[in-house]
């Protein structure tokens, strides 16, 4: 336990070294990489300054070097560090994140214990009577050892360094899934609230909410069975800032045109070179889309990524409504949404596994009888190395090979590990 109290310590430290060195990027040198007029926290200040001054133009590409991807409610989330200033603002922002990263931590155990009591299940044997406890019990240890490689993954280096905003996604999605745990009608709603606003912010975590819908079909009776009151209940809160900001869509078209063209066309998301197009983007369909341009077949973007959506989703969704095990069901149904978020969207970079590491980390902690459990967590692990590094391949490789192989590759073993799971379970 001494051990992985000091691992903890170090994974904390780290975290704040990359934090560091972020401001060493954006506020004393002019790199290439990184600096404070290249980073993609521009879109988010531009945006906090857009929906107050100029809303129409929110969207507009043509005004902004960095185009604005997410719901308009979303802006205003950034309004208040936009108007410290670019420079004050994105060291508050920036400050703001380490801390909603000791949050998630704190999250972690609180869904860790909000599940061992709904479970009460003698072999999962955590004690989890207050957080302290995290740290001073043996039973713990792997917590603790699964929150350090949470801080000091290579994508949470990548999140501050872009200056991008999983971290709060991440708040938002863990935060609901605690008070859909918690269960009542009180906490359901709020629950659907907290994922709205997660969904405000990355409008494609929306391949979540079919997980939440309480739906189920048994094999042996061959019957579907479908509650419908808890599931509006779960979606109403979600559904409703979802229409709020369909208003201004409404109000101003041309916004919701601009929207659609930076969100599901595939535009304004990568460089042409010699005519190869350089984006690396571990997305299977971003992947499907370059090998169709090498092969100067003429496909529309928005069809291709529908009909990958489709093959991904539809398998492990069915095997999904066949567990009655609700409180772990619920926890996988978030993973399992957000997994294929990051296999079918346009653009999924190494910094969107901020969001989808908690979730590897209940798997990991909850199921240690799963047959393929020692490659899951391998898997785990090389997603926290590997994925920014094969990001860094991609530019010396991206003239002979156009994709980010290695990154979907990892992915895929991961969804596969999951279809095993499911499968098991529904016997």
């Not at 969207?345 to 969107?352: A, G, I, L, V």
Request: aromatic share 20%; with cysteine; net charge neutral.
């Amino acid at each position: 336990m001494q051990k992985t109290r000091l691992f903890f310590l170090i994974a904390c430290i780290v975290n704040i070294f990359y934090l560091i060195l972020t401001f060493i990027f954006f506020y004393f040198l002019n790199s290439p990489l990184m600096n404070i007029d290249e980073n993609d926290y521009l879109s988010f200040y531009y945006a906090g300054l857009n929906v107050i001054e100029d809303l129409p133009n929110l969207y507009n590409t043509l005004l902004s070097p960095f185009p604005f991807r997410y719901l308009p409610l979303s802006a205003y989330f950034f309004t208040p560090f936009s108007l410290l200033g670019l420079e004050l603002g994105y060291f508050v922002f920036q400050i703001f994140n380490f801390f909603l990263n000791i949050l998630i931590i704190y999250l972690i155990y609180k869904i860790i214990q909000v599940y061992k009591n709904l479970r009460n299940n003698s072999k999962f044997n955590y004690k989890l009577n207050n957080f302290k406890e995290v740290f001073d019990r043996e039973e713990n240890e792997s917590i603790l050892h699964q929150s350090a490689i949470f801080l000091i993954m290579l994508p949470q280096f990548m999140n501050y360094f872009l200056g991008q905003i999983n971290i709060l996604v991440s708040v938002f999605i863990l935060s609901s899934l605690f008070y859909f745990l918690k269960g009542g009608v009180r906490n359901e709603l709020i629950g659907g609230f907290l994922l709205g606003l997660g969904i405000l912010i990355r409008p494609t975590l929306i391949l979540i909410l079919p997980f939440l819908i309480i739906f189920n079909y048994d094999r042996e009776r061959k019957k579907f069975s479908f509650n419908l009151q808890k599931s509006v209940i779960r979606l109403l809160g979600s559904i409703i800032l979802i229409m709020l900001s369909g208003i201004y869509f409404l109000i101003y078209p041309q916004m919701f045109a601009d929207f659609i063209t930076v969100n599901l066309t595939g535009e304004y998301t990568y460089a042409l070179e010699g005519g190869i197009e350089i984006n690396p983007s571990f997305s299977l369909t971003r992947i499907v889309l370059i090998f169709f341009q090498l092969i100067t077949v003429d496909v529309n973007g928005f069809l291709v990524f529908i009909v990958i959506t489709l093959v991904i989703l539809i398998p492990i969704y069915f095997l999904y409504i066949q567990d009655s095990d609700h409180p772990l069901n619920l926890i996988n149904g978030y993973m399992a949404g957000i997994l294929v978020l990051l296999i079918v969207y346009f653009d999924s970079w190494p910094h969107h596994l901020v969001v989808l590491t908690p979730f590897l980390v209940f798997f990991i902690l909850i199921n240690k009888e799963f047959r393929y459990y020692k490659m899951f967590k391998y898997l785990h692990y090389l997603l926290a190395i590997l994925m920014v590094i094969f990001w860094g391949i991609f530019y010396l490789t991206y003239v002979f090979f156009p994709f980010n192989a290695g990154g979907l590759i990892l992915l895929m073993l991961l969804y596969y590990c999951l279809i095993v799971y499911y499968k098991n379970q529904v016997r």
